[in-house]
């Protein structure tokens, strides 16, 4: 039985210094860093919501267009525009949709497609 359980001890620090040689040495992780803009539309959308979140909550309009700056786009409430939309029309998350349209709002971008969406007592 002892001679089971060093072979055990012995196996797994030999698998560990394999295991940290191949991990550390051999074969390292590589970061790529790369920009916003290379994100698929699927992420700078989340992107996007999550930044009319934030402006929902501070309403901090020059926050979020800096925000919104790093994912290249050239026209920011164009864009803001487009997306509260495409959120619409695909019946997306009905929070989003307001934050988006918060956001659209106030970038001067409101669309009546829009106003059922906005705050209470804003109509």
Known sequence: MGRFFLSLAVALIIGLVIGLYLGWVQFPVQTIDSPASALTQ????EYTVMVADG??????LAGALERLRILGVENIPAYVQETA????????DLEDIRALVILAEGVGRLTPVMQPYRPLGQN
């Open 55 to 60: 402006y929902r909550a501070d309403q901090d």
């Open 42 to 45: 699927r992420y700078k959308d």
């Open 85 to 92: 939309e495409r959120f619409i029309s695909n019946s997306r």
